[in-house]
T-cell receptor, first 115, second 115 residues
Framework: EAQVTQNPRYLITVTGKKLTVTCSQN?????MSWYRQDPGLGLRQIYY???????DKGDVPEGYKVSRKEKRNFPLILESPSPNQTSLYFC??????????????FGPGTRLTVL | AQKITQTQPGMFVQEKEAVTLDCTYD???????LFWYKQPSSGEMIFLIY??????QNATEGRYSLNFQKARKSANLVISASQLGDSAMYFC????????????FGAGTRLAVHP
């Protein structure tokens, strides 16, 4: 079954404690990205990756890091989380040069609370 | 700058009736794609329908149809014969040509279907 998985699904942590949210896809997609969802703002892109070792900033990259050492995995790293990073996070993957109805496959989401 | 506007924070509809969720967009590109996603209370993002900017006919998928008015830059979602399971948050999103499948999302509309 084609899918994007994220772990953990729920996380409560404290300010400054480094954390990693994992993302993995089994569709051999080149393109992966991270979004955060906040009330009244919809989803906003944090980082994206075109392929292995190729990453770039999205619209709200501050406070986040990513890596793409393998095609299937795209972890999101918060080295020093702050309360304003409390949000619902989605990982997504797709073909690199999407066209037409090619859409993104979204993971189930990770709800992060930073106290 | 690319932008998606959803002016209805919340809507309600009676079961079995039709409802229209509004979406307007702003782009200077001639080639783009418009998407609608559904987010139930469980949190996952479910792709509903897609409209390409060069598509001459309005997209339809079962009970979902997209009322695409290119000159007005609007892409409203119409849900016919609403069901209780349609209660969810609905997001309109846009992908521009060359945007590597990056999606720009609106703030969303929360739909409540009443029996």
């Amino acid at each position: 079954e084609a899918q994007v998985t994220q772990n953990p699904r729920y996380l409560i942590t404290v300010t400054g404690k480094k954390l990693t949210v994992t993302c993995s896809q089994n569709m051999n997609h080149e393109y992966m990205s991270w979004y955060r969802q906040d009330p009244g703002l919809g989803l906003r892109q944090i980082y994206y990756s075109m392929n292995v070792e190729v990453t770039d900033k999205g619209d709200v990259p501050e406070g986040y890091k990513v890596s793409r050492k393998e095609k299937r995995n795209f972890p999101l790293i918060l080295e020093s989380p702050s309360p304003n990073q409390t949000s619902l996070y989605f990982c997504a993957s797709s073909l690199a040069l999407a066209g037409g109805i090619d859409t993104q496959y979204f993971g189930p989401g990770t709800r992060l609370t930073v106290l | 700058a690319q932008k998606i506007t959803q002016t209805q924070p919340g809507m309600f509809v009676q079961e079995k009736e039709a409802v229209t969720l509004d979406c307007t967009y702003d782009t200077s590109d001639q080639s783009y794609g418009l998407f609608w996603y559904k987010q139930p209370s469980s949190g996952e993002m479910i792709f509903l329908i897609y409209q390409g900017s060069y598509d001459e006919q309005n997209a339809t998928e079962g009970r979902y149809s997209l009322n695409f008015q290119k000159a007005r830059k609007s892409a409203n979602l119409v849900i016919s014969a609403s069901q209780l399971g349609d209660s969810a948050m609905y997001f309109c999103a846009m992908r521009e040509k060359g945007g590597y499948n990056k999606l720009i999302f609106g703030a969303g509309t929360r739909l409540a279907v009443h029996p």
